[in-house]
């Protein structure tokens, strides 16, 4: 299937330059388009496009809450930020830009983009229709305890691997099992070992006994890759200096 893509840009000129340059690059599909922000995350929802072209300024408004809105639904959505304002550069590094281009657009620039997207892309299904909503550490039997509305999960805390922020929820994976809850990732973090447990990302908590690799991902960002699971996590560059300092 196409890599799906969706444009947020209020200058139609603009929008019909990306989708031409998008639409010729075998393998993309442009499936939505807005010219304003109060109907971009409607769109992204109804569409869940895999990438998303934002303008960082639609119509005298910031386009980084919009930005955030959707990192938080689609944690791996591939952002890239195409705008005239470079002095935003630090702001698109808060929300995780997986890229920063900036106007007058150069389109071999734009297709470097969208190759090294097409190199990285790959989707993840989780199923977070069973929601359970506490979670609670019981201390001295080294359990996180996921409580239902009507059942118990205990997971071992050696056992988990990754826990990510996807569609509003979280989601714990061990090797052989997830379990989804409505508990934030600062919430789980607390009751977690620092020494063993780092949260990567805003996104993102990982076990660091289990990573296997570390690779580049976006522009500021790495992708990380576990021994026991087909799952992968984000890794912002402070973290990835982190991780070199404790182990080289």
């Not at 799906?4 to 330059?17: F, P, W």
């Not at 010219?35 to 300024?57: G, H, Q, R, S, Y």
């Not at 509003?168 to 973090?189: P, Q």
């Amino acid at each position: 299937m196409p890599i799906s893509v969706m444009l947020v840009e209020d200058e139609e000129g603009i929008r019909k330059l990306l989708s031409k340059v998008i639409e010729k690059k075998p393998g993309f599909e442009v499936v939505a388009e807005s010219d304003n922000l109060a109907n971009a995350v409607t769109l992204f929802m109804k569409n869940k496009p895999e990438v998303v072209f934002l303008d960082i300024e639609i119509g005298g408004e910031s386009g980084l809450e919009c930005a955030k809105i959707i990192a938080d639904l689609e944690p791996k959505t591939k952002i890239i930020f195409a705008t005239a304002h470079s002095e935003y550069m630090s702001d698109a590094f808060e929300v995780y830009a997986f890229d920063y281009i900036v106007k007058p657009f150069n389109i071999e620039r734009v297709n470097h983009t969208l190759e090294r997207i097409e190199n990285l892309s790959q989707k993840q299904d989780i199923d977070s229709s069973h929601l359970d909503k506490i979670v609670k550490y019981e201390k001295g039997l080294e359990k996180l305890l996921v409580k239902g509305k009507e059942s118990m999960s205990f997971v071992d805390i050696k056992d988990i691997i990754l826990i990510q922020r996807e569609n509003g929820s979280t989601v714990i994976y061990t090797r052989t099992d997830s379990f989804t809850t409505s508990a934030s990732l600062s919430d789980i973090e607390a009751k977690l070992d620092k020494d063993q447990f780092l949260r990567s990302h805003k996104s993102y908590i990982i076990n660091i006994s289990q990573i296997k690799k570390i690779e580049p991902y976006g522009r500021w960002t790495y992708v990380v890759t576990f021994k026991d699971i087909d799952k992968d996590a984000l890794m912002i560059s402070e973290k990835y200096e982190e991780i070199k300092k404790r182990f080289l």
